[in-house]
DNA sequence: ACTCTGAATTAGACAGAGTCCAGATTTTGG
DNA sequence: CCAAAATCTGGACTCTGTCTAATTCAGAGT
C-alpha cells in the first residue's frame, strides 16, 4: 500500500474483519496517515480537530477493537497514557523520556542472547526492547549557547 | 545484608540520604523484606494491614522520594499502575500477562546484538527488556482434566 | 522536662485516563 | 419502507496519582 487515504482505509478495516463506519475510518486514518505513536488523546484532538466528530467514548471503544483485530499494537512506556501504534511489524522502541517521543527500532538484525528457560507452562507472547533515552551532555550544552 | 529486619531498614536509608521515619522503615520493610514487585496499591494495604498507620499521600511521597534517591526502581508494563522494585541492580523482566506478575531476569550473561546507533545529541539511560509471557497450551489442557 | 522549629504526615479535594451504561442514531437487509 | 442489529453518545463513574493547607512529630537547645 504506497498511500494511506480515508479510501483505502475502509479496505484495510474490511481486511481485519471491522467494519468500516465513519469514525473509524477517521481514527485509523489519523494513525496510519502519520505512522506515528499516538495516545488516545491525540487521536481525539486530530479527529475532533475541525468540528466535533466523535464521542470519548467511541475512541476508546475504537481502539480496543482495533487491538483486539490485531490492527494496531499497543506501547507501554508512559506510566500516564498508552500510545497506540499502526505498525504492527515486529519492532522495538527509543523512549525519549524527556519528550516523551518513541521512535521505532526495527527488529530485523537485532537479536537477544542469553534469556534464560522461560518458567514451565507458560510461552512467550512477545519480547520488548526499550531503549530509554535522554538529551545527552553535549546536546544541553549547545542548548545553554542558544 | 542477610535478613532484612526493620532495623537494617533505618540503616539502608540513612545510607541512602533518606531520613528514616516510622512510615518510611514501613515502607521499605514491605518491599525489602518481601523482595517482590509492588504497586502503591499494595503496599498500602500492607502497611496498613493490622490498624490504619500511613495515609496514601504519604506512600506515594514515599515511593517518590525512594525512587529519587535510587532506593527503589519502578517497572512500567500495566497500562493501569506502576510497579515498585527494590532491586535495582541492572536486570530484565518476564511478565505474565494473565496473571499481571512479574518476575525478575538476571541482567548477567544478556546480552542485545545489532541495535542501531543513537539518535544525534542523546545518551541511553537505560535498557529494558520485557518478555510477556501467558499459560500455554500444555498448561492449559493440564487444567481442563483438573 | 519544656519549647521552638523545620520536617513529615494527613484528610480530603482535585485531575487525568479509561470504562460503563442507557438512550439515541445509523445502518442493514428483507 | 420498516424492523432489527450495530454503532455511537453524553455523562456518570472508577482508579491511579497529585496537591494543599492544616496538623503532628522529632529532636536540638535550654
Ligand atoms: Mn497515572
Ligand atoms: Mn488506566
Ligand atoms: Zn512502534
Ligand atoms: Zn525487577
Redesign the pocket.
Known amino acids: 500500500m504506497q498511500q494511506y487515504s480515508r479510501d483505502n482505509m475502509a479496505e484495510l478495516l474490511r481486511s481485519h474483519d ?2 468500516p ?4 475510518i477517521e481514527i485509523a486514518y489519523a494513525l496510519f496517515s502519520r505512522q506515528q505513536h499516538l ?3 491525540q487521536i481525539m484532538a486530530i479527529v475532533n480537530d475541525r468540528h ?14 482495533f487491538l483486539e483485530k490485531k490492527l494496531i499494537r499497543e506501547v507501554i512506556v508512559d ?4 500510545f497506540y501504534d499502526p505498525n504492527t511489524q515486529l519492532h522495538h522502541h527509543f523512549y525519549n523520556v524527556t519528550s516523551g517521543e518513541l521512535t521505532d527500532i526495527d527488529a530485523e538484525g537485532v537479536t537477544i542472547c542469553g534469556l534464560p528457560q522461560l518458567p514451565e507452562g507458560v510461552i512467550t507472547e512477545g519480547v520488548d526492547i526499550i531503549v530509554r533515552i535522554r538529551p545527552g551532555a553535549t546536546a544541553q550544552a549547545q542548548e545553554q549557547l542558544a
Open positions: 471491522i467494519n463506519t465513519h469514525q473509524r495516545s488516545a488523546d466535533s466528530e466523535t464521542s470519548k467514548a467511541t475512541v476508546y471503544n475504537t481502539l480496543n477493537l506510566p500516564n497514557k498508552v
